[in-house]
């Protein structure tokens, strides 16, 4: 089994050709890891990419990444429908895993994942919100912890974009195989706003909509979109602070002119975080910015998105741990157990809109 500590620079196998190339593969360059082996679903795929970005080891085949000794990291960015197979089978092989959200199809699997590793101690098993690597949420927690803005009353996120625009039909529109916005984005939703809280989720209520009804695939052959491109739902906390969500992907028009934003509303302020880039803003109770903190760009060729960003961060926070487990804290990253919480939430936003909006306790 794969150990931290072992080798000059911690090495990772990437299961999927899609964000795994376009962000992973050089935001951990970046970040000083060396990739050695990418797994795609067609060996054209597999080979053009690993050609391209000079990857030694390509395959089809899952099993023959987990098998190798050089992959102490094995990233599972697949479709979600394959998620938890992949991470019980790269948990049983010895190595490190970093799964891609959201967790898996429901709860029922995520526990399964979740299960597994906790047998597993000494290996990771951590879900890919990898927001909370930037210094802007790890502040935005530390604020409500140091209750700046006094007792925190409500919270409130809207994400109104436009993704996928010109998308031919494939599994992100089918809701049986895991697609829809509610796991895309309403998944970091879920974790970034439970963690910076601090407290989990007891009940929700909510209304999931398909906009977009129809769509062809890549051929021309017509489909029935059945996954979400709108969710609007009202999370419970344990302490009964209620957080109120709408999401959007069909929202045209210039970035600047849609909100995309964290609020966090208190007794003594106000503590906003633009989702567009991770600007962190904090308001007395007049209006006045009392501390405001930007995070820097990540370095080139990372993309510089937020989630790039992040990914870039993360895996700074994990070649930290591979260089010294013994003296590196990474206890602020998600774990399977986070990710089994954002599922049964999703589950039961699904559960609730299913009977007209009716609260869903978890």
Same mark, same amino acid.
Request: a negative charge.
């Given at each position: 089994k794969m150990e931290a500590g072992k080798h000059k620079a911690p090495r990772i196998g990437i299961i999927g050709t899609g964000w795994g190339v376009t962000t992973q593969v050089p935001a951990f360059r970046a970040a000083g890891w060396e990739v050695t082996a990418l797994c795609a679903r067609s060996s054209g795929k597999a080979e053009q990419f690993g050609a391209e970005l000079c990857i030694p080891f390509t395959t089809t085949d899952p099993a023959a990444l987990f098998a190798r000794s050089d992959v102490d990291l094995v990233s599972i960015v697949y479709p979600p429908m394959a998620h938890k197979e992949l991470a019980i089978q790269a948990l049983a092989a010895g190595k490190h895993v970093l799964c891609d959200k959201p967790t898996a199809l429901n709860a029922d699997e995520a526990q399964?994942? +979740? $299960?597994?590793? =906790?047998?597993? #101690?000494?290996?990771? /098993?951590?879900? $890919?919100?990898? =927001?909370?690597?930037?210094? &802007?949420?790890?502040?935005?927690?530390? &604020?409500?912890? *140091?209750?700046?803005?006094?007792?925190?009353?409500?919270?409130?996120?809207?994400? @109104?974009?436009?993704?996928?625009?010109? @998308? #031919?039909?494939?599994?992100?529109?089918?809701? /049986?195989?895991?697609?829809?916005?509610?796991?895309?984005?309403?998944? +970091? %939703?879920?974790?970034?706003? @439970?963690?910076?809280?601090?407290? *989990? %989720?007891?009940?929700?209520?909510? +209304?999931?909509?398909?906009?977009?009804?129809? =769509?062809?695939? /890549?051929?021309?052959? #017509? +489909?029935?979109? &059945?996954? $979400?491109?709108?969710?609007?739902? &009202?999370?419970?906390f344990q302490s009964g602070i209620h957080a109120d969500i709408t999401l959007n992907m069909r929202a045209t028009g210039p970035n600047d002119k849609k909100v995309k934003e964290l609020l966090f509303i208190g007794s003594k302020g106000t503590m906003s975080l633009e989702y567009s880039y991770g600007k962190l803003h904090v308001y007395d109770t007049e209006g006045k910015t009392v501390k405001f903190q930007e995070i820097a760009r990540p370095p080139a060729p990372v993309p510089q998105h937020l989630f790039g960003n992040g990914t870039y961060h993360l895996a700074k926070e994990l070649k930290s741990w591979f260089d010294a487990p013994d003296t590196t804290d990474i206890s602020l990253l998600a774990t399977f157990e986070d990710g089994l919480h954002a599922q049964k939430v999703m589950d039961g936003v699904r559960k609730s809109s299913d009977s007209e909006g009716a609260w869903v306790d978890l």
């Open positions: 399964q994942m +979740h $299960d597994t590793a =906790l047998k597993v #101690p000494k290996q990771l /098993a951590l879900l $890919d919100f990898e =927001l909370r690597a930037l210094e &802007t949420l790890k502040e935005a927690r530390a &604020t409500l912890q *140091r209750k700046e803005i006094g007792e925190l009353w409500h919270v409130r996120v809207d994400f @109104s974009s436009v993704m996928m625009a010109d @998308s #031919p039909y494939h599994w992100w529109f089918d809701r /049986a195989q895991g697609g829809g916005l509610l796991g895309a984005v309403g998944s +970091h %939703v879920i974790d970034y706003m @439970s963690w910076i809280v601090g407290e *989990r %989720v007891v009940a929700v209520q909510g +209304h999931l909509r398909v906009l977009k009804k129809h =769509l062809d695939d /890549a051929e021309g052959k #017509p +489909h029935t979109v &059945t996954a $979400d491109d709108s969710a609007m739902f &009202t999370c419970k």
